[in-house]
């Protein structure tokens, strides 16, 4: 069995003019290690599939009409909501946003973000939050990293922010990473320096990569394995 697998997946949007289904996966199946890659144009259905992984989805208007999400053995459909928030997200599952302004809380430094996420999933003091913060960083290759924690998310470049979001998603080990767009409001030089550090964090923690984009170029280069999504169907 394949370390994560999408089976019969069909998603529903209810609106005014009645039911449409906005996705309808028959099969995904991914090794562990590898990175598949989801690539279609916008309004295709691809960050749909990343939110009903995490049961993100907003239902209603969304609606799960049937299928299984399996990571390692397990269905989360068949999971309380619950069960994924302290299983499942962070510790097992995280996901790297393609605005890092908009995931990041403009109110609150690096350090108070990073710290919370690192002692609400690892139960740890706050000084071993740091260093556990400061250490991702480095890992992320962000230079002066202690000076980074004290930056507010705009006081930071675009590249810095991205990069400060793949350092919390790992902070707590989670061994899927679903990265929906993450280089899209990127320049070119920057986007594939966070590509290469994604692919160099991947070889050392050994992680399972689902990468959504809508350059195929870019996935073709990034992927072992790579789907056509169109409509909500992987049609290649």
């Given at each position: 069995?394949?370390?994560?697998?999408?089976?019969?997946?069909?998603?529903?949007?209810?609106?005014?003019?009645?039911?449409?289904?906005?996705?309808?996966?028959?099969?995904?199946?991914?090794?562990?290690?590898?990175?598949?890659?989801?690539?279609?144009?916008?309004?295709?259905?691809?960050?749909?599939?990343a939110l009903t992984i995490l049961?993100?989805?907003q239902c209603p208007p969304g609606?799960?009409?049937?299928?299984?999400?399996?990571?390692?053995?397990?269905?989360?459909?068949?999971?309380?909501?619950?069960?994924?928030?302290?299983?499942?997200?962070?510790?097992?599952?995280?996901?790297?946003?393609?605005?890092?302004?908009?995931?990041?809380?403009?109110?609150?430094?690096?350090?108070?973000q990073m710290v919370e996420v690192?002692?609400?999933?690892?139960?740890?003091?706050?000084?071993?939050?740091?260093?556990?913060?400061?250490?991702?960083?480095?890992?992320?290759?962000?230079?002066?990293?202690?000076?980074?924690?004290?930056?507010?998310?705009?006081?930071?470049?675009?590249?810095?922010?991205?990069?400060?979001?793949?350092?919390?998603?790992?902070?707590?080990?989670?061994?899927?990473?679903?990265?929906?767009?993450?280089?899209?409001?990127?320049?070119?030089?920057?986007?594939?320096?966070?590509?290469?550090?994604?692919?160099?964090?991947?070889?050392?923690?050994?992680?399972?990569?689902?990468?959504?984009?809508?350059?195929?170029?870019?996935?073709?280069?990034?992927?072992?394995?790579?789907?056509?999504?169109?409509?909500?169907?992987?049609?290649?």
């Amino acid at each position: 069995m394949a370390f994560f697998e999408v089976k019969n997946l069909k998603v529903n949007h209810k609106g005014f003019d009645g039911k449409k289904c906005v996705l309808d996966i028959e099969n995904i199946s991914i090794e562990k290690g590898t990175t598949f890659g989801i690539v279609g144009e916008s309004g295709q259905g691809k960050t749909v599939l990343a939110l009903t992984i995490l049961k993100l989805l907003q239902c209603p208007p969304g609606e799960i009409e049937n299928g299984e999400i399996i990571l390692d053995g397990v269905n989360l459909l068949d999971k309380s909501f619950k069960y994924l928030q302290k299983e499942v997200r962070g510790k097992k599952i995280a996901m790297i946003f393609q605005d890092p302004m908009s995931t990041l809380n403009p109110v609150f430094t690096v350090e108070q973000q990073m710290v919370e996420v690192i002692r609400k999933n690892k139960k740890a003091g706050k000084k071993e939050a740091i260093k556990d913060a400061i250490k991702m960083l480095e890992t992320v290759k962000l230079a002066d990293p202690e000076n980074v924690l004290t930056k507010y998310p705009h006081e930071l470049s675009g590249g810095q922010r991205q990069r400060v979001i793949i350092a919390l998603a790992l902070s707590c080990g989670a061994e899927l990473l679903i990265a929906d767009e993450p280089t899209r409001n990127l320049d070119v030089t920057i986007q594939a320096s966070i590509l290469k550090l994604l692919k160099e964090l991947q070889s050392e923690f050994k992680i399972t990569v689902l990468f959504i984009a809508n350059n195929l170029s870019l996935v073709a280069a990034f992927c072992d394995k790579v789907g056509i999504l169109h409509e909500g169907r992987i049609i290649e």
